[in-house]
């Protein structure tokens, strides 16, 4: 889950290695609906509508945040959600909002630190950094040179089956 256009379709593409599996755009909400996609015959991943910016109506907008609330709450069998935060722009309110929600219901999540191709070392030092003030160690994840792929499988396989 993340804003509009922080990768989260991308994502889905570079850890089930094919690329046009999730669709993809530059442009801001073109996913509109939650799609699933089965995973190695054991699980599901789920891409979900950004939220922010996107030209929609905000009826669409209105209509895309119910949708999201309503999965979130209702769905049992959510075992992870990742929130997904463009390493450049770090937290949102949104992004804010969402943290806080999946903590008080209880809801296991990681949150995943894309687009770090588009950065410099010191840039990368800054933005990670941005993000460890709320608490949480960011993965960091590239879907364009694929790091960060090891380490998101190896965090999901550790959340969903404990030792």
């Not at 907008?61 to 990742?82: G, P, V």
């Amino acid at each position: 889950m993340g804003r509009s256009n922080v990768g989260k379709s991308s994502l889905i593409n570079a850890l089930t290695g094919q690329k046009g599996l999730a669709f993809t755009s530059n442009t801001p909400g073109r996913t509109q609906t939650i799609n699933f996609y089965r995973v190695d015959g054991t699980m599901y991943f789920v891409d979900l509508p950004g939220y922010g910016y996107a030209r929609v109506p905000k009826s669409f907008a209105l209509e895309w945040k119910n949708l999201i609330d309503q999965y979130l709450q209702e769905r049992e069998t959510l075992k992870l959600s990742c929130v997904i935060l463009d390493t450049r722009r770090g937290w949102m309110d949104k992004d804010l909002d969402l943290k806080r929600w999946l903590e008080h219901h209880g809801r296991p999540y990681l949150v995943i630190a894309t687009k770090i191709d588009k950065l410099n070392q010191s840039e990368l030092q800054h933005g990670l950094r941005a993000i460890r003030q709320e608490g949480v160690e960011p993965l960091p994840f590239s879907a364009v040179n694929g790091r960060g792929v090891r380490e998101l499988w190896q965090a999901i396989s550790t959340t969903l089956h404990p030792r």
